[in-house]
């Protein structure tokens, strides 16, 4: 293997996240104020994605359930992609593309926030869970990436996008942790003071 290749995958890595600094860092503020702001509310928030993104909606529900970088009680967060029985059941009773909507309708409340993952924006599955969200007054938290596809149209105006400027999924991947990180740390913050 070639050390050249590595350090290159280091080097766009990095030059994808100063892009996305400049670009991303007011939404992302914006759905810190909104997640904390459902949160205190007594709301929750609903994360979904598929393969690589249904990984990022997990990682962030552990941590807000669990913890992040400080010690504070847990806060209500559901990955929508855990529950195989639940899955397989909507998979196979009705389609795959309702996996995440059915589950909105049943856990969602108004209140709630949605955070919808997709590297491309065109998941169907999860631009179905964006419709049923509106439809059960929960606002969305969008990440997606390659000028956001099909997302950007379904998409309200209350909603908040965050879309890498990248085309590769793996940068768009890895600024979508990087996000990830930056809202358990906001909503931390909010909580708890800035350290």
Known sequence: MSVERIQQHFRDSAAVKL????????????AIDTMFGAL???????????????????????????????????????????DTSVLTAIANDYSF?????????????????????????????????IEAAHEREMIVVALSG??????????????????????????IQEVHLLTIHCLCDGIDAMLLGED
């Open 19 to 30: 892009e996305a600094l400049e670009i991303l860092s007011m939404p992302i503020a914006a």
């Open 40 to 82: 205190a509310n007594g709301n929750r928030i609903l994360a979904c994605g598929n393969g690589g993104s249904a990984a990022d909606a997990q990682h962030f529900a552990a941590e807000l359930i669990g913890r992040f970088e400080r010690e504070r009680p847990g806060l209500p967060a559901i990955a929508l992609s855990t």
């Open 97 to 129: 593309e309702q996996i995440y909507s059915k589950q909105v309708w049943a856990l969602g409340q108004p209140g709630d926030v949605l955070l919808a993952i997709s590297t491309s924006g065109n998941s169907a599955n999860v631009l179905a869970a």
């Open 146 to 171: 390659k000028g956001g596809g099909r997302m950007q149209q379904v998409l309200s105006d209350t909603d908040i996008h965050v879309c890498v400027p990248s085309d590769r999924t793996a940068r």
